[in-house]
């Protein structure tokens, strides 16, 4: 806890270690309260450090007990050594290498941080990244010191008759004299601290195999608690399909004889690609049609598939210190995206990532927490684990991908892959084989990774039918950010594409360089004027096409155009782009009418071209149902920007929704009855995406028609024959004031309170009522026997679905709700630091509101900050957001 001013760890000032690791053997004998570690460290000085040599050895380590140290055999004296509540300093050590070992004690049962050793639901486990290892024996816990592990674990086999760690399984048996057992798992790669893993407990398994692309066979491996092993199947199939698919992909095939997923209820974060040993928190393994939606189906894909993907970027290659934690995140996230995109529909998967993108960081560029991809600083590196790093710097490797093309980039890696395995390494490193691969300058591209700040584009255009050319000026500039108020122009990628007035795409001849192999344009300076030429016919311009660039878009286009490149553009995304930009310029008006008190129009235009849509054949369901998404509420405040009057946004986004359900009623209708399934659920795409699109009508219907909507809702509710239907029938319900609302979500626990992901469900949806009732439901749900403020889940799911997913009821002009997320902050921080970090972050938006909400907001932010023994993590996040 913090006790005085945390100071930040700078980029700039990165030293390698003066000592490194080669080999480390930990015995871990396992109990609740008091686990004793024994680690075997073969040590010597790192010949890449500065330090000199006489260096002393500073090790980290925290909230452990040292129980004893010896250096090649000699115990130390305590004069020998200097322990601090943060490290173990030796200082004085052999110039050659030596052996150390240590033996520490720590408390899994009292470790409610989930960092480290810890209990979840009577199971052994650990969650290292980025600096939880250290909270089990003391180390140079850095990316950049890796070591060959060897793992023996102690337990009584009727505590944990699985007994689980990194790499191969070598040894195992029981302890004679005792009801203990053991087993020894020996790891051959090389691996920084923060992939170790261990798991121990009463697990079930469900065990598959795998033959890689040169013939071994890989077992599969997943540990789930006993009883649950029938909502595996869907997992085990998806790791199989990822692992085929890096083959086919990237050439990677998997280099030990075991690949291994726990799951467990209780879980920081997603999941953990420890090597060999994947943990995940359970919502992203268990799946059955009865207890997961299509969306937890592709989730689990995904999520399995970005883990795994991980075995070669990230720990074959791993980073040489946390402010490269986008070499491996940002990375790892495009290859899940390009596997998405192959097993399931490609332009959805795009729609869906960019959704992502700019509801989650867009805004994060546009307030107090903005920074690079590569940060230049932290105080807290768990802070870091952000959208910028994951979601940009996915688009910063896709840009990559487009600027140098597709045969260019896979040469890349595969250089990336030789040059770099086994090794910590910089983004410098990567860029330089991308570059050294395709024959370009990528200096200029590489201010994507130094830049923070979302760029925005202002486009114009003229046509000159005399000469029948057509020209497109484009100017870029990025707003200031915290610490970086000027900016460099970027190497920029813009897709576009030309549509005739008869709605067909026109040839793109670039005046000076002819016909265009690759319709994308590089914009590398302030502003660029492009003249194409040949064109018989004014067009519309389908700018960024596939979103090409994560860019804002600024252009003279007026909302015929946009209504015209939704009926007629070619590119899927762009399609579905237009339809968004004309919604938010539409939801934009309303909502300042709504605030003004001014009577709200409906929207026959849109409603006309969103039927047309819907009614063309050649459209995907799961497409369709994309297009009958509007912009949320936190896309609409970050358009806005200033003096954000959240309750009129919400209610403009109401107003259009039940508008275009009543102008819709008659194609809605026939949707939901059409789409209609009866027999087996599948979670295939196809299949997923026409109860996707029955189930976006059902919402639609349910808005336009309070009565006849929550009918019908509760109706689909009650014959639901999975799960997918049944919380697409409760969503409904929640945005109605109705009876039925209430008497789903009480049948929904009745019949589920046992089963804690569903419950978890629950939670959201009670949380997501947006009207100023739900406050109190939140507080009363917080005394209920389904809440635990230990369960990162359960707050996720309640507090933060009621701060995330329900801005109206969240910004109440109390303050109610500002104050209820700062109580929940002050609580939970000194018992899970990083979840309540994540919580706190809730409020970065709050400069962009009108004066009154933001005064409040302000006020509940400055008390979390005033606590004097506030973690470095919500610390760093409350001090950033304050500014």
Known sequence: MRTETPQPVRLSDYRPPTHTIDEVALTVRLAPQKTLVSARLKVRPNPKSDAGPDAPLVLDGEAIELRGIMLDGVPLAQGDYAVTDESLTIARVPAGPFELEIETACNPEANTALSGLYRSNGTYCT????????????????????????????????????????????????????EKHYAVWEDPFPK??????????????????????????????????????D????????????????????????????????????????????KGLNVFNDKYILARPDTATDQDYANIERIIAHEYFHNWTGNRITCRDWFQLCLKEGLTVFRDQEFSSDVRSRPVRRISDVRLLRSQQFSEDAGPLAHPV???????????????????????????????????????MDLYFARHDGEAVTMEDFVACMAEASGRDLSQFFAWYE??????????????????????????????????????????????????????????????????????????QREQTFRFRDVAARPVPSLNRGFSAPVRLETDLGDGDWLFLMSHDSDPFNRWEAAQIYAKRLLIRLAGDASSGAPLADAPDFAEALGRSLRDQSLEPAFKAELLGLPSETDLAGEIARNVDPQAIHDARRHLQA??????????????????????????????GRRGLRNAALGLIAMADGERGAAQAFEHFRTAENMTDTIAALSALTRTNRPERDRALDAFYAAHSGDHLLVDKWLMLNAAIPFPETLERVRTLMEHEAFSITRPNNVRALIGA?????????????????????????????????????????FKTWRMLEPGRRALAKAEIERIRACKTLSRDVYEIVTRILG
């Open 127 to 178: 969650q290292c990244e980025a600096q939880g290892f250290r909270r089990i024996t003391y180390y140079p816990d850095r990316p950049d010191v890796l070591a060959r592990f060897t793992t023996r674990i102690e337990a009584r086999r009727s505590d944990a008759p699985v007994l689980l760690a990194n790499g191969n399984l070598v040894d195992s048996g029981e302890i004679e004299g005792t």
């Open 192 to 229: 920084p601290a923060y992939l170790f893993a261990l798991v121990a407990g009463n697990l079930a398994v469900f065990e598959d195999s795998f033959t890689t692309m040169s013939g071994r066979e890989v077992a599969l491996k997943i540990y789930v608690e006993p009883g649950k092993e």
């Open 231 to 274: 909502r595996c199947a869907w997992a085990m199939a998806s790791l199989k399909s990822a692992m085929r698919w890096d083959e086919e992909t990237f050439g990677r095939e998997y280099d030990l004889d075991i690949f291994m997923i726990v799951a467990v209820p209780d879980f920081n974060m997603g999941a953990m690609e420890n």
């Open 374 to 412: 590569r940060p230049s600083s932290y105080i807290e590196i768990n802070n870091f684990y952000t959208a910028t790093v994951y979601e940009k710097g996915a688009e910063v490797v896709r840009m990559l991908h487009t600027l140098i093309g597709g045969q260019a980039f896979r040469a890349g």
């Open 451 to 524: 830049q923070a700040g979302t760029p925005r584009l202002i486009v114009t255009d003229s046509y000159d039918e005399t000469a029948g050319t057509y020209s497109l000026t484009v100017a870029q500039e990025t707003p200031p950010t915290p610490d970086q108020p000027d900016k460099k122009p970027l190497d920029i990628p813009f897709a576009v594409g030309l549509v005739g007035p008869d709605g067909q795409e026109m040839p793109l001849v670039l005046d000076g360089e002819g016909a265009m192999e690759r319709p994308v344009l590089e914009l590398t």
């Open 659 to 688: 508008s275009l359900g009543r102008a819709l009623s008659g194609e809605l209708q026939d949707i939901y009855e059409r789409f209609a399934t009866s027999g087996p659920y599948s979670p295939d795409a196809d299949s997923a």
């Open 802 to 842: 009621f701060a995330g997913l329900n801005p109206a009821t969240f910004n109440d002009p109390s303050g109610d709700g500002y104050r209820l997320l700062a109580d929940v902050v002050l609580e939970l921080d000194p018992l899970n630091p990083q979840v309540a970090a994540r919580l706190s972050g809730s």
